[in-house]
């Protein structure tokens, strides 16, 4: 169970630009999510954004620690789908070792205050040979660019629902025992991202 206090205009901010993301995002979303596969864990399911792009076989289970986001989730619950949604935190997640064969997380690692606690979990209950599918905020490659996202942050952090910009996401996952398997270095808005797939095990070559 979570305590978290939640972000009521955020949430409603959210919920309006995941409603009018570009058709770029939208083919981004859509080729990530239809990747999951067999009983899947949604970290962060925000406001449902995933679930019209997801397969129809899985089986879903969503944790989402903000009331405000999963309050505006449930008007957006599709009639014909099922979906195990609860409250949760991602670095305390309440399942079984080796329970999900994917994991999804779009836009919440830079939100969680121990991303190394949360990918830790993660791992744990994937079971052997599952996939972590990320689409995540990242620190921008050049000194200039992560000077900017590092000014930004204290400002955006607040303003965004705790979004830390300017986190290295991508190392965070290999430094978890992930190997990336498939990568996209992208842009969300102005903000550097990348979009991608992880399992445990050895890395493929370039």
Known sequence: MSNAAGHRRFAAAWDWLSRHESARERRLRARLAGQAAGRILEIGYGVGSNWPHLPADVSYVGIEPDPFMRERAERHRPPDRQLDLRDGDAQALDFPDASFDTVLAT????????????????????????????????????????????????????????????????????????????????????????????????????
């Open 107 to 206: 836009l919440v690692f830079c939100t969680i205050p121990d991303q190394q606690k949360a990918l830790r979990e993660v791992r744990r209950v994937l079971a052997p040979g599952g996939r972590l599918l990320f689409w995540e905020h990242v620190n921008a490659g050049s000194r200039l660019g992560r000077a900017v996202l590092n000014a930004i942050t204290p400002l955006w952090k607040r303003v965004g629902g705790g979004c830390h910009p300017n986190r290295d996401t991508l190392q965070a996952i290999r430094e978890a025992g992930f190997s990336v398997q498939e990568l996209k270095v992208t842009k969300i808005g102005p903000l550097p991202a990348i979009v991608g797939v992880a399992s445990v095990g050895r890395e493929a070559s370039a």
